[in-house]
């Protein structure tokens, strides 16, 4: 398996810049079946998942080509399909975003259910519901969603939990239903308002997004556009993290920081120095961290789920403790055992893990778990002395365009080792 080798123990200088957003270019590629003809997408991050979503665009009959390095052209224009296969579904889970457009563009659907996912199980049910609130009928017996919606009825649709995924899905059906649709209890995370910018520029009539309620004008025929994605915040929050946990002075370019106030509000109280504008964020990180206040999970926006692990893996040198809890998934800790690997002092006990700082942290060889646990290894590897070998790095891989391209930018002595029948090579 390809992995990284990761020498610790060097403080960062230098700047890189962020990529596109992965949770926002995936609902995005899935609104591209909403449009007849050609869309272009700029600053589309290279990534697995984008991959994946490639091959379920194209399984429906759509064409794709990558033009320069971060250039997606799409187009729908013969598109015949309305099936997505079981082994795409289980490539990606967060593949049930592709419901609701199917839906929209060809009054039925057919997918397998996305499986469950190293975070524990991800269920759908909230989308669902929103369909069928909006008319669909769904029959989900034996794994595999059959549905049909000969028409789409605009309505008023509540979700009990501000689900971001089940948001985007009601957004996109909704753009072929009849009527006004208002999602009341959506999610608010900056993704969202990406979606509705891109719906925006096909000529969807969209408003709301960023609130917890969002309402969509239906049937409207939608065209083509040239759209740029919005930077990924996660892995901003990455690389202000990498910059905690080596000690460093960074700038990234790109990055927003009214995208990720609540983690840099933590940063700052840890002791780093973050001063940004339009065009980036500057990060100086002097002495270990400090240690801060309680961690909690919430939707956006509260403290991102995504930043969990990063944040805890640049603390594991605190002086202090610091509290976490997770929230939003039953399974997100998976990367505790392998940080403990590396000398780190977690305690675990339900929702909540407990980082106690210690001195020093050595390099070991670990396991990613999952993209996010996978990222936060190779944070915490910055900080150890010595070589850290991180394997399975196709988890990161997921949402990580070339973790290793950036860091080295960063100042980081890190390289990749690729396995040589890696099924996902770089470019
Ligand atoms: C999106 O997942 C992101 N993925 C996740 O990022 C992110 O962690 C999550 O939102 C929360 O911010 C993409 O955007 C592709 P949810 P999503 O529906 O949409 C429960 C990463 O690392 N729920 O907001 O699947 C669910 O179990 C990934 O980039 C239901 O109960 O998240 C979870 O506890 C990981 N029923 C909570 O809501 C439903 O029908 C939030 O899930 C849907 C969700």
């Not at 990761?6 to 909403?34: D, F, Y």
């Not at 009825?153 to 948001?167: D, I, K, W």
Request: charged fraction near 25%; proline fraction near 4%.
């Amino acid at each position: 398996m390809s992995h990284f080798v990761i020498r610790g123990g060097r403080r960062l200088e230098g700047e890189a810049g962020i990529q596109g957003a992965k949770n926002s270019v995936l609902p995005i590629l899935a609104a591209t079946l909403l449009t007849a003809g050609q869309v272009e997408l700029r600053g589309c991050p290279r990534l697995r998942d984008v991959d994946a979503s490639v091959r379920i665009l194209e399984g429906l009959g759509c064409t794709t080509r990558w033009e320069e390095e971060n250039t997606l052209v799409v187009d729908t224009g013969n598109l015949y399909g309305y099936a997505v296969s079981e082994a795409l579904m289980r490539e990606m889970r967060s593949s049930a975003i592709f419901l609701g457009a199917i839906l929209a563009r060809c009054g039925q659907a057919e997918l397998s259910y996305p499986g469950g996912c190293e975070l524990g199980p991800r269920p759908i049910d909230l989308h669902l519901s929103g369909l069928r609130d909006l008319g669909a009928e769904i029959d989900d017996a034996g794994g595999v969603l059959h549905c049909k919606a000969s028409r789409l009825q605009g309505r008023e649709v509540v979700l009990s939990l501000p689900s971001v995924g089940a948001t985007e899905n009601l957004m996109l059906a909704a753009c072929g239903a009849s009527g006004v649709t208002t999602i009341a209890g959506a999610a608010q995370e900056p993704e969202i308002v990406d979606l509705q910018n891109f719906l925006t520029a096909c000529g969807a009539r969209v408003s709301g997004a960023g609130t917890s309620t969002v309402s969509v004008e239906g049937g409207r025929p939608l065209h083509g556009c040239t759209y740029t994605i919005m930077p990924d915040r996660i892995v901003a929050a990455t690389y202000l993290c990498a910059a905690v946990s080596a000690g460093g002075d960074i700038y990234l370019r790109r990055a927003r920081e009214e995208h990720l106030s609540t983690v840099t509000a933590v940063l700052r109280e840890a002791g780093c120095v973050i001063r940004s504008d339009e065009r980036g964020i500057a990060c100086t990180c002097r002495n270990r961290p400090a240690a801060v206040r309680p961690v909690r999970t919430a939707p956006y926006p509260g403290f991102p789920t995504d930043a969990q692990a990063i944040l805890m893996a640049s603390l594991l040198r605190c002086r202090g403790a610091v509290v976490f809890e997770e929230n939003m998934f039953a399974n997100r800790y998976r990367h505790v055992d392998e940080l403990a690997r590396m000398g780190a002092d977690i305690r675990v006990s339900g929702r909540a893990a407990v980082v106690t700082g210690v001195k020093n942290l050595h390099g070991a060889p670990v396991r990613c778990t999952d993209l996010r646990g996978g990222a936060a290894l190779c944070v915490a590897a910055l900080a150890a002395e010595g070589e850290t070998e991180v394997s399975e790095i196709g988890h990161i891989d997921r949402g990580y365009e070339d973790v290793a391209r950036d860091l080295r930018n960063l100042g980081a002595d890190i390289f990749r080792v690729e396995d040589e029948n890696a099924e996902f090579t770089r470019r």
